[in-house]
C-alpha cells in the first residue's frame, strides 16, 4: 500500500511536524513510502527516505531536493524526462497552523486528493479553542468555563488560571498564573502568538486522560487510555520530545465504566466530523465528571504510541475515507433564462 | 487598479456564481479586470471581457480558454512563449461551496494571493447554519431558535417551521411546513443537499432587513438597509434573479435608532472575523428586537446595489486587506537538539 507521508508546514509548529513526520516512518511497517515536505514558504519538496533526518531540513539542504506541484489527484514531479505523480494516499502529520487549522485539508480537498487527515471543518473547530467549546457543548461534551480576551483586555476569573493563546497547539505561549503580578508577562506571551488568547480555571492535580480514535471498517477504533506524565502542564520543551515518543504507553489504571465514558464523549465529538482522521482527545477528570480539555485533530507522531498494531489502524482508515461530494452543474438554469429570452 | 473577477466553483450555485459575475463586472469602473473561471472539475480557465456571457459557461466553450494555473502570488498561465501572470487583487464571488465554505480563501491564502472576500474560518462559520448560531451567540446577537437534524430525525418544534440544508445558500432546499403532513416531502428535499438540516419556527410576515459593509481605511462602511421585496421566502429562481439585479435599491423606512442597532449587530459580528471581506447580513426585527437570519460572506453580485459608490468600495477594500502572517522557521529546538546529541 502507497502511503506519503506530508510534513513540515509554515506554523510555530513547524520543527515538531518533521520529528513526528520522522518518528512515524519508523512505526509504519507494510506501506511504500514517500515523503513531501512543505516549507516555511508553502513550497513542495520530495525527499528520499535516506534524508528523513532532522538536520537535513534545518540546515537548508532539503532545498535540493526535486520540487512538487499540487495538481488534481496527487503531487506532481515535473522534470525533462517526463512528469512522476505520487499516488499514495497521503497521510498529513502537519501540526498546527497549515495543518490543524483546514488549509491543507482544502488544499488537499479542492485537488482530489485522497488524505488521512481532519477535514476543514473539523480542524477549523478543534484549532480553535473557542470554538472547540462551542463544538462540544453542541454535542452535550462538558468543558471547563473560559473568557476570551483580545489584546488590552483583562481577564474577570479568580486565580490560579492558565493562559492559552486561542489557536496554538503543542502548549506553545501557555502560562499558569496564580498570582496577579504574573498575570501582564503571561498575557504578553500569550498574544505574541496569537490576537485572542483563552482563560481558564487552573486546576492543580486535576486527572488527566488521553484517547485518541477513529473510524473504520467495523466503526470506531480506540486506543488504550493514557494518563499523561504529570507536570503542571507540558511546556514546548517537554511536548518537543513528545512528537518522537517511540515507546508504546502503558494503560491508565482505570475502571471500565470510565473508560466507556471516555469512548462515549469521544465518539459523540468524533462522529461524523472527524471522520478520516486519527485524533486524539485530551480528557480531565474533575469530581467524577468527564471534561473535553482539547482535541488534536492530528497528534504527534499520530499517537502511534496509544495502538497496539498502529500500520493496521493507517491501513484501516486509508479504506474508509470520506470522499468530497460534488454536486454536478446542469446548467439548468442558465438554459432556462435563454429559452425565455429566445436565445 | 487591477483586479482578477474569480467565479464559478463546484457547487450547487456554480450558476448564479456566473450571473453574479457578469452582473459585477458592468458595475465596477476604473478597473483593469481579469477574468477567472473555476470550472465543476476545479480546473481554472482565463476568460476575456467579451466572453463574459451565461452562455459560454453552459454550452462548454469556455474550455477552449487558457488554462490558469494556481501559483505563489498568483494565477498562471503557460504557453510556449512564456508565462503570464495574473497581478490583481482576487475578487472571489463563488457562491456557496468552494467559495463561501472557505476552500477558496484556504487556496488563495495558501499561495500567498490576496483576495477580497472571507478569511476561511469567516466563511466556514458563515456557510454552515448552525455554526452561525454559535458565532452570533458569542458576540451577543440573537437568532431564533433552531433544531440541527439528521436523517431520520424528526423536528420536536410546533409548526410552521423551515426547514433548510444546514450548508447551502440561496434558499435551495428550503421549506415552510405547516402542517405535519408536509413534513416527510419537505425534508426529504432539505436532506438532499446535506447531511444536517436546521430547523426554525417561522414567522409569518416577519420584518425583514439586509445591511451590507466591510471595513475600509477609515473603519466601517454600511451600505443602506433594504427591506427585501415581500414574499413568503424567496426561492431559487428568484434568488437567482436576484443575483443579477443591476437597478440600486430603495433604502427601508426605519429609524435612525433601528439602523444604528442593525449596524451595532453588524459590527459585532464583523470585526474582526470577516475583515477582506464585504458581507450581507440578513436580519428580522421581531417585537423590538434584531436577531439575525444570515451571513452571506460573498453576496450575491455583493450586494453592489446597496452601495451608492460601489466601486469605490471595492478600491477602498483592495487597500485594506488582510494579510495572513506566517511564523519564521528558526529551526532553533532542532539545532538545540542536535547540540545536546554533539552533533
Known amino acids: 500500500m502507497k502511503l506519503t507521508l506530508l510534513f513540515g508546514g509554515a506554523s510555530f509548529e513547524h520543527e515538531i511536524s518533521i520529528v513526528s513526520a520522522i518518528t512515524v516512518m519508523q512505526k509504519l511497517s507494510g506501506f511504500t513510502l514517500d515523503f513531501v515536505f512543505c516549507d516555511q514558504d508553502h513550497s513542495f519538496y520530495r525527499i528520499e527516505a535516506s534524508q528523513m533526518k532532522a538536520k537535513f531540513f534545518s540546515s537548508g539542504d532539503y532545498k535540493k531536493s526535486p520540487r512538487l506541484h499540487v495538481t488534481r489527484g496527487g503531487f506532481e514531479q515535473r522534470g525533462l524526462l517526463g512528469t512522476k505523480r505520487l499516488e499514495g494516499t497521503v497521510l498529513s502529520l502537519i501540526h498546527g497552523g ?10 488537499l480537498d479542492f485537488y482530489d486528493i485522497a488524505y488521512i487527515g481532519p477535514r476543514k471543518e473539523a480542524a ?106 504529570k507536570q503542571e502542564f507540558l511546556d514546548f520543551d517537554k511536548k518537543y520530545r513528545d512528537f518522537s515518543r517511540s515507546e508504546r504507553a502503558g494503560a491508565a489504571a482505570i475502571d471500565e465504566a470510565l473508560r466507556k465514558r471516555l469512548q462515549r464523549a469521544f465518539d459523540a465529538l468524533y462522529t461524523p466530523l472527524f471522520e478520516g482522521a486519527l485524533i486524539r482527545c485530551d480528557f480531565f477528570v474533575i469530581e467524577g465528571e468527564v471534561y473535553l480539555n482539547e482535541i488534536n485533530p492530528i497528534p504527534g507522531s499520530l499517537a502511534h504510541y496509544l495502538f497496539e498494531d498502529f500500520s493496521a489502524c493507517v491501513r484501516d482508515l486509508c479504506a474508509h475515507l470520506p470522499r468530497p461530494k460534488r454536486p454536478r452543474v446542469s446548467y439548468q438554469y442558465i438554459h432556462s433564462i435563454n429559452q425565455a429570452k429566445g436565445k
Open 124 to 229: 477549523m473547530l478543534s484549532f480553535d479553542k473557542a470554538y472547540t467549546k462551542w463544538l462540544a457543548a453542541s454535542v452535550g461534551v462538558k468543558t471547563l468555563p473560559c473568557e476570551v480576551l483580545s489584546r488590552g483586555e483583562l481577564p474577570g476569573m479568580e486565580y490560579p488560571i492558565i493562559i492559552k493563546p486561542a489557536r496554538l497547539g503543542s502548549s506553545i505561549g501557555v502560562s499558569v498564573v496564580k498570582e496577579a503580578h504574573e498575570l501582564s508577562y503571561a498575557l504578553d506571551v500569550a498574544f505574541e502568538f496569537d490576537e485572542r488568547v483563552v482563560i481558564e480555571p487552573f486546576i492543580a492535580g486535576v486527572k488527566e486522560y488521553n484517547l485518541a480514535g477513529y473510524k473504520g471498517a467495523g466503526g470506531m477504533v480506540y486506543s488504550i487510555v493514557e494518563e499523561p506524565q
Open 98 to 107: 497549515d495543518g490543524e487549522d483546514g488549509s491543507i485539508s482544502a488544499l
